[in-house]
Structure formats: C-alpha cells, structure tokens
C-alpha cells in the first residue's frame, strides 16, 4: 500500500502520483519484493554492445554488463579480475597472447560458451567492415590458434592496452552460432550474452526489463528481476526516486542529491569516478587561432562551478589525466586568470565590444548540472570578449557528428576512462586517427604516434605526460572536472558504487 498523503500527491503531480500507486510504494515504502527499479539517465540505442558509436558510450556500459560478460573482468574498484577469460598474457618478448577460457558457461539459450566463441568475437572486433569503433585495439593480435580452453595467437602490433581494454568498451564476448544464424537485425530482437540477467522485454526509449540468469557462473544475482527505466531528463529522475517508483537513480543534481538523502526512507552515496567533464575544441573557424583557445580556457573558474553549481562533488583538472589516472601529473597547470584571457584576445583583435564568435554544443540532463555548467562558462566568457551560442543535443548526436568530424567548435562531452591508462583518455581524444578526437593537426599526432607501441611502461607514461603539457600549452582541449557520482536509492537497499561510473544491479542488494 502507498504511503503517500495527499501533500505528497500535490508536490509529486498526477503522473508521478499515478506511478507511485501503480507501482504500490512510496518514499518510505520498502523495495522487499524481487525486483529492482533503475530511473536510468540514457536510452539504450543498441542491443550489441560492440559496433557503432554508442558502443563507446561510458553510461550504456551499465545495461551491456548486465546482459553480457567482458573478456576479463573489473571490480568496482577497478581491479582487473577473471572474466570469461580466467588467466591471459603475453610471452616473454611480447610477441604472443595467451588465454585460459571459462569452463562451464552457458549462453542465455543454455547453448555452451566455447573457445571459438572467444576467437570469434576478437576477430570480428578486428575487422574494419564490422563498425568496431575500438578496431584499431582489437586488430593488433591475430592468428588466433584454440587447443581446448586455451588461445594462443600472435601480436601483430604491440599494444600495452590490449588486455585492459577486455575489461572495457566493445570488450563484450557475442554468441557466434546464435549472431551467424540471425544476423545483426536478428540479434537486436533477439539479443543473447552470458551475463547475470537475460532480456525479457524492451520497449524503445521506455524500458528494458531483464531476468536473472539461474545458470550465471557468477552465482545467483540479487534479484528476480531488473527494470531500467530510460528517464533522461534529471528532473523526472528526482521524481521518480521520490515517489518510490524507482528503487535506485543516479546523477541528479547534487542540491537534489544532498535533499534526498535525508529523506526518510532514502540514501545516498557520492563516489569520485573516472568520468570528466571537457570540451572538444574542433579545429575549424576560431579555433584555429591558439590565442583564442587559450583564453577560453583561462576565462573559466573551475573551482567556482564546482564548488557552486555542484556543491563541492567535482575536482577541477587542467589536463585528461584525472588525479587517479596512471599519467596525471599535477605540474601541468592553465589555471583561471581572466586578465590573460583578454590580453591574449586582444592579441588577436578581439574584445567584449568586438566578440569571438562560436556555437557550443552540450548535453542537458546527462550528468549533474552539464547545461548549467556551460551557461555558467559561456558567462565566464562573455566578460573576456567571447560569445558563444549554446546548442542542445542528446548524447547520440554528439556521437554521430564526433565520427564524422562535425562537431562545433566547441562541444561538451562526459569522457569515462575505466581502465584509467592515458591512451584511453588523452590518446583516443586527441590523436588525429582516431574516430574519437575532435582536433585533428599533424603537430600532435607526430608526438603522440610513438606512444601506441611504446613496450618500455616507465617512457611511456613519461610521454604521455609530456604529451598532456604540449596539449596545455596550446589549448587544443578544454578539461573541466572530474566527477563524483551521485546516487540514491531506498534505504532499505546497500549499493556498491563502482568507480567507472557503471552502476550495476549485480552492485545493489537488499540490506
């Protein structure tokens, strides 16, 4: 039975009160029954969680490790652990991989998961034609050889990443036979992973809802069944938390976050992740004069949005190495100093009589304050002589036009980096090559391009450092802030928050 009074009914509004009696729980009410509620802040596009731009999303990877398994696995602390894979590595001159496959593990059809399964799903990654967007990673080993449960095969290009990116974006081991036999169409209708939870309705920007895997090799997951409702915009994820209709959300506002909290019946928990907050800087218009990009940068208080529009939950970066990154390297400062932002606009004929002009583009309701944070910043701006217009766009846009290098000027963007090595954030985003960057000039890609390969680990964090200075230097990127995760859910629940952002209902348990 609710428990919401007619107060209550009248701040929540009809909608919100209808869902609360329909689900038969309110604020205080208890999530005792078998399934989990998730008011999810992004659709889910695609059911195969290795081809296309929405492959690389950070915040799909929670619905896509729920359904499938990695390669090899990662705790919410971020250590590498077995996955499917029980043991791998290379030999001693790093010119061959090894694996150990799972033995035992059955596919959501109760087909068995084999070592061609394995291979199947690596060499596919590898091949340019599937839409891999990770391709480039996956195509650096190859002539893979099974005896039993074992993989041999032969690095044709070192890449010191290979095996941490299993645990990562695109990472997900597919069902050969089932995908051979129903093609790409078949599979998102049909979808199969060998993960704790198997799909068991979706319905296009509404819901998905999953049942337990009574044969997942992991154990017997929490819960009977899982319900991720896709509710984007932050406001109707608050509600949804308040009204009891949803058990668990994540990334309200902090002023919400730090309210709900103390509601009875509710909790929270705010953990620093590997997301941050930057703006893409594209090499066209403006932005092709480095007095502008700098000024764009020193005109913007980071501390200030932190500390004001996110209530302290954020740590101000200068580079796309966060503090728990493996190349951060605290020297590299830009620092906020408005004064030096106009002198180096003026340098180049700017003013606030006499703008730089230029479009940003930002989500609205993806993380805390996003939208918020660039009208704070594009006030920041004004006063130093830039103008800037802000365009809205759902995350998927912003896929579609960083693929195809038609990005604006200057666009926001979350980064999320799991594996927190510097060719997963400062590579992929700002090596020309790469289908992820938005500024592409050859000065860069020549300081970066040895890095890929480098096989000594102390030169190649020390370059990678060096790399995040020269981009500093010349204003090629704008980071932000590092963010810290906000998430409630009913009291009566216990959350394990995970470090890469993904908030998983293997994670939530009953207290």
Do not use: C
């Not at 107060?7 to 009696?21: K, S, W, Y």
């Not at 004001?308 to 830009?334: H, K, M």
Request: net charge negative; no cysteine; charged share 20%.
């Amino acid at each position: 039975m609710t428990t919401l009074n007619r107060r209550d009914a009248l701040a929540l509004g009809a909608g919100t009160f209808l869902a609360a009696l329909l689900a038969g729980r309110g604020i205080s009410a208890a999530a005792t029954s078998d399934t989990l509620t998730i008011a999810f802040n992004v659709n889910l596009p695609s059911f195969d969680p290795t081809v296309g731009p929405n492959a690389v999303n950070p915040a799909i990877q929670a619905i896509y490790r729920t359904v499938f398994d990695h390669f090899v696995d990662q705790g919410p602390d971020l250590a590498f652990k077995p996955g499917l894979l029980t043991e791998w590595g290379w030999n001693e001159d790093k010119t061959k991989v090894w694996m150990t496959v799972r033995e035992g593990v059955t596919w959501h059809d109760g087909t068995p998961l084999t070592a061609e399964d394995i291979v199947w799903s690596l060499e596919r990654a590898a091949k340019q034609e599937t839409g891999n967007p990770i391709q480039f990673i996956w195509s650096t080993a190859g002539n893979y050889k099974i005896d039993g449960n074992k993989i041999t095969g032969d690095v044709l290009r070192y890449e010191p990443t290979y095996f941490m990116w299993m645990a990562y974006l695109t990472g997900y081991v597919l069902p050969k036979a089932h995908y051979e036999k129903v093609g790409a169409e078949g599979f998102e209708k049909k979808p199969i992973g060998t993960g704790p939870y198997m799909v068991d309705a979706y319905e296009g920007n509404s819901f998905l809802r999953l049942k337990a895997n009574p044969n997942y090799f992991g154990g017997k997951p929490p819960f009977e069944t899982v319900v991720f409702k896709f509710v984007p915009d932050a406001t109707s994820r608050v509600a949804e938390i308040e009204s009891g209709s949803s058990d668990v959300t994540l990334d309200i506002p902090y002023e919400e976050f730090d309210r709900l909290k103390s509601v009875q019946g509710l909790a929270g928990i705010a953990t620093p992740i590997t997301d941050i907050g930057m703006i893409f800087i594209t090499n066209v218009d403006v932005m092709l004069d480095k007095n502008v990009r700098l000024a764009a940068h020193h005109a913007i208080d980071k501390k200030a949005i932190v500390d004001r529009l996110l209530r302290g939950y954020g740590v101000p970066i200068d580079t796309l190495e966060a503090p728990n990154y493996a190349a951060f390297d605290p020297s590299i400062t830009v620092g906020y100093d408005p004064q030096k932002a106009k002198e180096l606009l003026a340098a180049s004929g700017y003013s606030t009589d006499k703008p730089a002009k230029f479009t940003i583009q930002t989500t609205r309701g993806l993380k805390p304050k996003d939208y918020e944070m660039i009208q704070a910043i594009v006030g920041m701006w004004r006063k130093v002589g830039i103008e800037a217009n802000i365009e809205v766009y759902e995350i998927a846009k912003h896929f579609e036009l960083r693929a195809a290098h038609q990005l604006a000027p200057a666009a926001f963007y979350n980064w999320g980096n799991a594996i927190i090595d510097p060719t997963t954030s400062t590579g992929f985003a700002m090596f020309g090559p790469s289908p992820h960057s938005a500024w592409k000039t050859e000065d860069l890609d020549k300081i970066i391009g040895p890095l890929w390969g480098e096989k000594d680990e102390e030169k190649r964090i020390a370059g990678w450092k060096a790399v995040s200075k020269y981009i500093a230097e010349n204003g090629y990127v704008i980071p932000l802030l590092q963010y810290v995760q906000p998430v409630v859910f009913k009291s009566d629940l216990k959350v394990t928050p995970d470090q890469s952002g993904a908030l998983q209902p293997v994670h939530v348990e009953k207290a």
